[in-house]
C-alpha cells in the first residue's frame, strides 16, 4: 500500500511540476553573429514513440518540439551552448554543446533508458519517457530525408 501511495505520488508531482510548454520560435543562440547551426533530429523508436521531445535552452526556456522521424535546424553562434530535453510530465536533461563557425553540429533526441530516477520503479519509464541528447556525427542527407 506504501508503494502504491509512493508509486501515485510520484506521477501526480512528476505530470503537475514538469510541464513543458513551447515558448519561442528559436533557441538562444547567444549575442553576435549566429556563424555556425544546429541540426536536431529524432529517429524511430519503441521506447516514448508516442511523445514528444521539447528542446530548450540550458535556461529551461523551450523553443521546439520534436516527434518521432522529425529534424529541425538552427542557426547559432560558435562556442558552447547548453541545451535541454524532456517530454512532458518527465524530468529535463541537460547536453553542453560546442559550435564551430561555418559547421553545422549534429544532435540525436534520443529516448533516455538510463534514467537512474526510474531503475526503483521500472515501469515509470514506459509510462513517463524522457529524453537525451548526443551530439553526433552527421547524418547522410539520404538517411535525414528518412527521419521526417
Request: charged share 20%; glycine share 8%.
Amino acid at each position: 500500500m506504501k508503494m502504491m501511495k509512493l508509486i501515485l505520488g510520484t506521477l501526480l508531482v512528476s505530470t503537475l511540476g514538469a510541464c513543458a510548454g513551447v515558448n519561442s520560435s528559436e533557441p538562444m543562440a547567444g549575442e553576435g553573429e549566429k556563424n555556425a547551426e544546429v541540426l536536431f533530429f529524432r529517429q524511430a523508436s519503441l521506447q516514448a514513440k508516442l511523445a514528444d521531445a521539447y528542446l530548450g535552452s540550458g535556461g529551461g526556456d523551450y523553443f521546439t518540439q520534436l516527434g518521432e522521424k522529425e529534424y529541425t535546424r538552427y542557426p547559432m553562434t560558435s562556442g558552447w551552448h547548453e541545451f535541454a530535453v524532456k517530454a512532458q510530465g518527465s524530468v529535463s536533461s541537460s547536453q553542453n554543446i560546442e559550435f564551430h563557425a561555418g559547421k553545422t553540429t549534429c544532435v540525436e533526441v534520443r529516448p533516455n533508458t538510463e534514467d537512474v530516477e526510474w531503475l526503483a520503479v521500472p515501469f515509470l519509464n514506459v509510462l513517463i519517457p524522457s529524453f537525451k541528447l548526443d551530439s553526433v556525427p552527421c547524418p547522410s542527407l539520404a538517411k535525414l530525408t528518412q527521419v521526417q
